[in-house]
């Protein structure tokens, strides 16, 4: 099983709706979560982090739920520039390897 | 913006060549990686590096190496490139407490016919 696994879509959603996706991951030892956005042939960059309380930044919510062991992401009022692969990230900590990534999630905002 | 830069952004080679691809960070993270990434693909860690003079690989096997002489400085090379490792490579870097904040260079998309 892999360890954090995404919807890899594609979801089409029309411009100005809600949009919410998840990601499971499956090692209980992690630690730190994150959301990342990937545009077309581009690097990835630092959405924002997720904490158990929940935290919003702007239009996007992110969530965690370690007794489920999920995270989410919500985003209101989506714009055409929202259009991006969403990308499930988290750190185990110790200092030993990198971030695991998921596959990520195809989001496509139509006008 | 991060301030970690990739070069070649682009790179075609010929089967058995040497390559080194060039992954410099200006932000003085002592964290640095390497990640493949193939269209449509998670990213795959294949090195990492915690400081000066630390190398480890990274959870997908690689026939490529690096080296961390300087704290910016991240390269990592290819002996005898193959069509095989025709991908995208990303570098990242991120401070050594905030390890899952991670800032990535544009990427190499190396083509080997």
């Known amino acids: 099983r892999k360890e954090v696994e995404q919807d890899p879509g594609p979801f089409n959603v029309p411009e100005g709706a809600t949009v919410a996706f998840n990601c499971t991951y499956s090692?209980?030892?992690?630690?730190?979560f994150f959301w990342y956005r990937q545009d077309c042939r581009k690097e990835p960059k630092l959405l924002m982090s997720v904490y158990s309380s929940g935290n919003e930044d702007g239009r996007f919510t992110a969530q965690l739920n370690r007794a489920s062991q999920y995270i989410s992401l919500l985003i209101r009022d989506s714009k055409l520039s929202d259009s991006a692969t969403y990308l499930c990230v988290w750190y185990s900590g110790g200092g030993a390897d990198g971030l695991t990534f998921g596959k990520g999630t195809h989001l496509i905002i139509q006008p | 913006e991060a301030d970690i830069y990739q070069t070649p952004r682009y790179l075609v080679i010929g089967t058995g060549k040497k390559i080194t691809l060039e992954c410099s960070q200006t932000m003085g993270h002592d964290k640095m990686y390497w990640y493949q990434q193939d269209p449509g693909m998670e990213l795959h860690l294949i090195h990492y590096?915690?400081?000066?003079?630390?190398?480890e690989k990274g959870d997908l096997s690689s026939e490529s190496t690096v080296s961390r002489i300087r704290t910016e400085h991240f390269p990592l090379t290819l002996e005898s490139a193959r069509p095989s490792h025709t991908s995208q490579y990303l570098c990242?870097?991120?401070?050594?407490?905030?390890?899952?904040?991670?800032?990535f260079g544009q990427g190499t998309r190396l083509t080997v016919v």
């Open positions: 090692n209980s030892a992690s630690q730190s």
């Open positions: 590096s915690y400081g000066v003079n630390s190398t």
């Open positions: 990242a870097s991120s401070e050594y407490q905030i390890e899952g904040k991670a800032f």
